[in-house]
């Protein structure tokens, strides 16, 4: 009588839950982008981010039509308006912002990653010239996009009590108000806290579905975000 040999199964990876993911992104990245490898999934990140940025603009929204309507008057007045113009156009302004803003917070986000997404996949397929698909690279941004949500959260108590939008996690913190409208403040205020570490997720996230090292995937997006805060940070200093 022969005997049966039994092949020993190889244990599977337990599947981590849309939920665990949005915590794993800032508890066990590699363990959660490892899953998001194997199933990746958008939706309940992107959600949460919007719902998330709706609510920082309703909770900071009269901080920011206070502080845009000063600034547009006072650009007015250097004009030489008469009081009645500027009175009309601020109030014109006032109203439209109050239903502009929420709107503008509820469809950006998920453009924004798109528009990242597409941004790493080029970076990823043709100059790395890795594979991945683009739901890969979506569901890696979108997690690590929450990273900026949560500072977005933790800016909201700052913005109520000092009642301004500049309220910054930046290298532009260690220099002058007066100094705002340069070059420097403008690229230093791109290096955020959350902004480190949202590179940092997505160098994580996008190393593990490309198959690279982090080390080299890290190289190409600090490069790329570095590339972004050059040009916008001209654009922003020419045109404040």
């Given at each position: 009588?022969?005997?049966?040999?039994?092949?020993?199964?190889?244990?599977?990876?337990?599947?981590?839950?849309?939920?665990?993911?949005?915590?794993?992104?800032?508890?066990?990245?590699?363990?959660?982008?490892a899953s998001i490898d194997?199933?990746?999934?958008?939706?309940?990140?992107?959600?949460?981010?919007?719902?998330?940025?709706?609510?920082?603009?309703?909770?900071?929204?009269?901080?920011?039509?206070?502080?845009?309507?000063?600034?547009?008057?006072?650009?007015?007045?250097?004009?030489?308006?008469?009081?009645?113009?500027?009175?009309?156009?601020?109030?014109?302004?006032?109203?439209?912002?109050?239903?502009?803003?929420?709107?503008?917070?509820?469809?950006?986000?998920?453009?924004?990653?798109?528009?990242?997404?597409?941004?790493?996949?080029?970076?990823?397929?043709?100059?790395?010239?890795?594979?991945?698909?683009?739901?890969?690279?979506?569901s890696v941004t979108a997690?690590?996009?929450?990273?900026?949500?949560?500072?977005?959260?933790?800016?909201?108590?700052?913005?109520?009590?000092?009642?301004?939008?500049?309220?910054?996690?930046?290298?532009?913190?260690?220099?002058?108000?007066?100094?705002?409208?340069?070059?420097?403040?403008?690229?230093?205020?791109?290096?955020?806290?959350?902004?480190?570490?949202?590179?940092?997720?997505?160098?994580?996230?996008?190393?593990?579905?490309?198959?690279?090292?982090?080390?080299?995937?890290?190289?190409?997006?600090?490069?790329?975000?570095?590339?972004?805060?050059?040009?916008?940070?001209?654009?922003?200093?020419?045109?404040?």
């Open positions: 009588m022969q005997s049966e040999t039994v092949e020993p199964q190889a244990p599977q990876t337990e599947e981590l839950s849309a939920f665990q993911r949005v915590v794993g992104v800032f508890t066990s990245p590699g363990k959660t982008f194997r199933k990746p999934g958008w939706i309940l990140p992107v959600v949460l981010s919007t719902i998330i940025s709706v609510g920082f603009i309703v909770a900071v929204q009269p901080v920011l039509i206070q502080e845009t309507l000063s600034k547009q008057e006072q650009k007015m007045q250097e004009r030489g308006m008469d009081s009645d113009q500027i009175d009309q156009i601020l109030a014109t302004t006032e109203k439209a912002m109050k239903y502009t803003t929420p709107a503008f917070a509820l469809i950006m986000p998920v453009i924004i990653i798109v528009v990242i997404s597409a941004v790493f996949l080029f970076v990823g397929n043709v100059v790395l010239g890795g594979s991945a698909p683009f739901k890969k690279v979506m997690h690590s996009w929450l990273i900026l949500s949560l500072g977005s959260l933790v800016a909201i108590p700052l913005i109520l009590a000092k009642e301004t939008m500049q309220v910054s996690f930046s290298l532009a913190t260690l220099m002058s108000e007066s100094a705002r409208e340069t070059f420097l403040y403008q690229l230093l205020s791109k290096i955020d806290v959350f902004a480190v570490w949202t590179l940092a997720a997505l160098s994580i996230g996008l190393a593990v579905i490309y198959k690279m090292k982090t080390q080299k995937m890290a190289t190409a997006v600090v490069t790329t975000y570095l590339i972004y805060a050059l040009v916008a940070s001209v654009f922003s200093s020419a045109f404040s």
